[in-house]
């Protein structure tokens, strides 16, 4: 059974950082991306960034182009996002999710098969 969960949530001032982890099991291929996505109350699901085990490319949101970075850490077992530079327009739930069986990355939320439950950021001051 696939599972997704996030961890790294939380409450930081403007221009702080944050990291968050996906810890991902169940599946064991080798093309699948995975993307973080975040929802802010009262907006639509944003992609945010994702990674493609194919060729370990990555793309971005352009909100977050040079503040957020996505990486796999295999000793974990992880797809973490590295969050620098954050503004209070950051404040959403982010999830993370993977597509299975999939060549590359894409930011559309339909493309995805299995999410976690989400984790809370709020960036206020």
């Known amino acids: 059974q696939v599972q997704l969960v996030e961890s790294g949530g939380g409450l930081v001032q403007p221009g702080g950082s944050l990291r968050l982890s996906c810890v991902t099991s169940?599946?064991?291929?080798?093309?699948?991306?995975v993307g973080w996505f975040r929802q802010a109350p009262g907006k639509g699901r944003e992609g945010v960034a994702c990674?493609?085990?194919?060729?370990?490319?990555?793309d971005y949101a352009d909100s977050v182009k040079g503040r957020f970075t996505i990486s796999r850490d295999d000793a974990r077992n992880t797809v973490d996002l590295q969050m620098n530079s954050l503004k209070s327009e950051d404040t959403a739930v982010y999830y993370c999710?993977?597509?299975?069986?999939?060549?590359?990355?894409?930011?559309?939320?339909?493309?995805?098969?299995?999410w976690g439950q989400g984790t809370q950021v709020t960036v206020s001051s």
């Open positions: 999710a993977t597509e299975v069986w999939t060549v590359g990355c894409d930011l559309e939320d339909y493309n995805y098969d299995y």
């Open positions: 169940g599946f064991t291929l080798d093309s699948y991306a």
């Open positions: 990674f493609a085990s194919s060729d370990s490319s990555t």
